[in-house]
């Protein structure tokens, strides 16, 4: 489905994936998403018949509780043209993983994969399912842009939070070492493993700041609150936001982290 | 070597205070990432040479036994011996009574990892035969009682100056004042001191990085030379190797040499890449008399048809262990086993059984590098995966994550519940967060708050503000 | 039961219930028999004259050194001025090769032969390598009277010396020209790819040239 035959015919129904690190610490990005979907031309839906992906039982080996939440994310959601998550390691999980928990089981594992298709990640889904180019945001900042890990390696996002970054006027992007490596988060892996998480976010936390940026950006929560709780403990002035409310100029609530001085 | 995968933490711990490792540590980041970059970039193909590298692996593993047959058969055809081991210990009674029959005194060894696996020196040691490690990462942590820290580069866990101080140590027969503050003299003195060693082994011992059904013929790939001395000058030479390191054809094992010394150590190809079929012939002027492979299982064959089968495809290039964040901030022997890294999380499991290896499976954020640049295309991310399901579904989990999750999946699978919860909560939390809008310390939260701060939520949750948003708007609408 | 069949036996097992042996008998058959060949870079794919520049280039980028004559008769000549540039006894390490034979050391009348296997006491050996591989600047070396394998190896210094038309573009075309001389599944004792000078980056991945192999090869190509 093309933008433009979607547009003439009628809008793409989205349904919004919230994620629970957002619903629970960060509604802006909610909100942020919802804008950039509706500006884009969708009808964006928000069931609340939502909580959470599944990733914390899906990685910690618990497969049936996993697939329990899997079934009640594809029965809420899968009504829908698209499915949308402002985070690159949910939507994957919604996207690449689901089927997996069905295999063998024909009829959920049609459903799943069904469902699986129309999932993306917002960023990507804006350029290359929406087409969009400008989302019209105006900032002016420095800022560097963490590749997080499921959203880079499982669904190839990079060049397009950097496309539409690079059309926010008045924004600068000052790319930071190795900005696809891992920010040491992980999900339980960073109370798991405190000290080698620490190890890790220490590292990028100065790459961060080596970068000269005055703002960082990321397209998923869980990283940003890692890279936002260094930050802060060290105390950098570094502002830290999810990539999308910046594309949707929205940027007045306060950041996660910093002051941006 | 003793196990200690399950005392991971502690190991890591330790590593992460430890300066001159983690000084060290910085060289595997410098050393080897840039390098296979640059040389898979220059090779266009590299992408499908990969994905053929992994066809001919499945193709292999789905015909093993086929396969080893007609090794064996070409083996035993041009003059060598098979001997099939199931166990480690197998193995070490087929390779000590060859070195018996040989009466050997030293023994010369390539480096192997397989042989760090069946813990084959120790045995050797404890039965009068010096093993001598040749390879000069290895000769220096055989120096210092060691195992290696990296299937590739053994001792990258060590600066120059602790090897210094090793061979002033050992090397008592030379000069005191002579200068080794160079990673040259270093290796020229390794270099004269080993010489000797060769010409006095009665049998060399080496690994295989390859054999080719097709000829008979163990390929090992090497940089050093070593290798090609220990299998040339002993009188007998000695391969081990494990069963999965069968390909069918000579044009095969040239696929997969393609993406072998890239993703290794970023070179197109290593600098010695040897095929040794069977021992001396009448007309050979040197080369051994006898050359024996001792084939282990020692697991594989339990992972094949299962979900850890991908495994098998490893070539072991390290480049897993090159790429991963905990790797990097901890090093390799804080694993605890003979395998390090993203693939020893993997294989270590299956050859030790995951009660004594749990916690390797665990050590990871699943950033999937090592997956991405697996030359053999072998999805470890989601073998480490499986093998936490194992653990959960034996209750090896700990009783705290195990719990904590019940918990939380509790109130996952009852969206209604969890609003509830999450309306109530989160507000606390926000006001608890003050003005400052984070948390230095947070019961239940050590483990995040020790490090970093915990960002305070913004008060109501998305779903709350989206509802009193949305029935704003209706009442406006009316 | 027998440990061979202990572990073939598994293997089976883990394989449920294959279709049948005898397919799988004749796919490995085929595959042995055909071996085919898979994917070759396009850089390997040259006419002859560039890939013989591209093998030069490759071989000098991994660490050789690099000489072009024009004929066999010139490489006693290329041999003695190596060892004289390098200030190195004038004393060679040789094999039973014919091409060798005829390289014109009747000329180098201060140069010394030594012939056979290396015993470790030589400084520079000669040896006349099999093939070429542009692909990688490699030299293809097989075992044997000709060039015993322990020169490849014990020598400070290799040479070696290889006939411009058996530089091939791939691995793969080398593997041609060994089943033409040994038969279809044979091999020799030996056959060492050599690509550059022995080196180790086991100290602080500092690489260094000259580890336990040669600390030089000089590759000399007679056009």
Not at chain 1, 187 to 198: L, P, R, W
Request: hydrophobic content about 40%.
């Amino acid at each position: 489905m093309t933008s433009s035959e979607t547009k003439s015919v009628r809008q793409p129904r989205v349904g919004l994936f919230a994620t629970c690190l957002v619903d629970l610490f960060r509604p802006s990005v909610g909100f942020a998403s919802v804008k950039l979907l509706q500006d884009a031309g969708c009808e964006v839906h928000v069931p609340v018949a939502q909580t959470c992906c599944g990733q914390p039982a899906y990685n910690t080996g618990d497969r049936a509780d996993t697939r329990e939440i899997a079934e009640q994310v594809i029965e809420a959601f899968e009504e829908f043209d698209f499915i949308v998550a402002p985070s690159g390691s949910c939507a994957s999980m919604l996207r690449k993983h689901y089927p997996c928990l069905f295999e063998g089981d024909t009829a959920w594992e049609e459903r799943a994969k069904a469902f699986s298709a129309k999932c993306h990640e917002l960023i990507s889904f804006l350029t290359d399912v929406m087409m969009v180019r400008d989302t019209g945001a105006a900032l002016n900042a420095r800022i560097t842009y963490h590749d997080s890990c499921s959203g880079l390696r499982e669904l190839n996002i990079s060049e397009q939070p950097r496309k539409l970054l690079g059309n926010v006027s008045g924004l600068e992007i000052k790319e930071m070492t190795d900005s696809h490596v891992c920010c040491g988060f992980g999900g339980t892996f960073c109370v798991k493993y405190s000290e080698i998480s620490n190890a890790i976010v220490t590292k990028k936390v100065g790459n961060i700041d080596a970068s000269g940026a005055d703002m960082l950006l990321a397209g998923d929560l869980g990283c940003l609150m890692n890279m936002a709780g260094k930050l802060k403990r060290q105390g950098s002035d570094v502002e830290v936001r999810h990539v999308a409310e910046v594309l949707a100029g929205m940027t007045s609530q306060a950041p996660i982290a910093g002051s941006g001085k | 070597m003793e196990l200690t995968a399950n005392k991971f933490k502690a190991n890591a711990s330790k590593a992460l205070v430890d300066a001159q490792l983690q000084k060290a540590l910085g060289n595997v980041e410098k050393g080897f990432i840039g390098k296979r970059q640059k040389a898979a970039d220059a090779l266009p193909e590299f992408d499908a040479l990969r994905d053929n590298a992994r066809d001919i692996k499945n193709h292999t593993l789905a015909h093993l036994d086929l396969y080893l047959e007609e090794y064996e058969r070409k083996v035993t055809a041009a003059g060598g011996h098979v001997h099939w081991a199931q166990t480690a210990e197998d193995a070490r009674r087929i390779v000590l009574d060859i070195c018996r029959k040989a009466n050997a005194r030293t023994v010369t060894k390539g480096k192997s990892m397989i042989t760090e696996e069946i813990a084959l020196n120790d045995h050797l040691e404890a039965n009068g035969i010096e093993p001598v490690e040749t390879d000069l990462g290895e000769y220096i942590i055989q120096l210092r009682g060691e195992h290696p820290s990296h299937i590739i580069a053994p001792a990258v866990h060590l600066n120059k100056e602790q090897v210094e101080g090793d061979f002033r140590r050992v090397h008592t027969h030379l000069a005191s004042e002579r200068d080794l503050s160079e990673p040259v003299s270093l290796l020229s003195e390794a270099r004269e001191v080993l010489r000797q060693r060769y010409f006095a082994a009665d049998v060399g011992i080496t690994g295989a990085n390859f054999l080719i059904a097709e000829t008979g013929s163990s390929v090992i790939v090497t940089n050093e030379g070593n290798g090609d001395l220990t299998q040339t000058l002993g009188k007998v030479h000695v391969v081990v190797a494990s069963i999965e390191k069968i390909v069918p054809t000579l044009e095969d094992t040239s696929q997969i040499l393609r993406v072998l010394a890239r993703s290794a150590t970023g070179q197109d190809m290593s600098v010695y890449t040897t095929f040794s079929t069977g021992p001396k012939r009448e007309e050979d002027p040197d080369g051994p008399d006898e050359y024996h492979v001792v084939l282990l299982d020692n697991g594989r064959s339990a992972m094949l048809g299962t979900e850890y089968q991908d495994m098998l495809r490893c070539i072991r290039c390290g480049a897993c262990m090159n790429h991963c964040p905990v790797y990097h901030a901890v090093g390799g022997h804080a694993y605890g086993s003979v395998y390090p890294g993203p693939m020893g999380a993997v294989l270590t499991p299956s050859l030790n059984g995951i009660d004594e290896t749990g916690q390797l499976p665990n050590a990871s954020t699943f950033c999937g590098r090592c997956e991405a640049v697996c030359p053999m295309r072998i999805p470890l991310p989601k073998m480490m995966r499986h093998w936490r399901e194992r653990e959960f579904e034996r209750n090896l989990t700990p009783a705290v994550a195990r719990y904590g999750l019940k918990a939380w999946a509790f109130f996952a699978k009852r969206p209604k519940l969890y609003r509830f919860a999450a309306s109530l909560g989160m507000p606390l939390l926000s006001l608890f967060g003050g003005t400052s809008r984070r948390f230095h310390a947070l019961p239940l939260a050590g483990g995040w708050t020790r490090y970093r701060d915990l960002p305070a939520p913004e008060g109501r949750t998305f779903q709350q503000a989206w509802a009193q948003r949305e029935a704003l708007k209706q009442e406006a609408g009316h | 039961m027998s440990a061979r069949d202990s572990i073939l036996g598994k293997i089976r097992a883990s394989m449920g219930s294959p279709a049948s042996n005898d397919d799988r008998r004749r796919t490995v058959a085929d595959r042995l028999g055909s071996a085919p060949a898979g994917i070759i870079p396009e850089r390997a794919k040259l006419a002859e004259a560039e890939r013989i520049e591209l093998f030069c280039a490759m071989a000098e980028q991994f660490g050789a050194t690099l000489a072009r004559v024009g004929s066999y008769g010139e490489v006693a000549g290329e041999v003695s001025g190596y060892l004289r540039d390098r200030n190195l006894p004038a004393t060679i390490r040789i094999g039973a090769d014919k091409r060798l034979k005829a390289a014109g050391w009747e000329t180098e009348k201060n140069l010394e032969l030594r012939h056979g296997p290396s015993d470790g006491s030589d400084m520079t050996g000669v040896s006349h390598a099999t093939a070429g591989i542009a692909e990688t600047g490699t030299v293809a070396m097989m075992s044997g009277q000709d060039n015993p394998t322990t020169i490849n190896f014990l020598p400070e210094h290799h040479i070696v010396v290889i006939k411009a038309g058996d530089i091939k573009g791939d691995m793969e075309s080398v593997w041609a020209m060994v089943r033409e001389k040994q038969g279809k599944g044979e091999m020799p004792r030996a056959l060492n790819l050599i690509t550059g000078p022995s080196r180790s980056g086991d100290i602080e991945q500092t690489i260094l040239l000259g580890a336990h192999g040669p600390r030089a090869l000089h590759v000399i190509v007679v056009d």
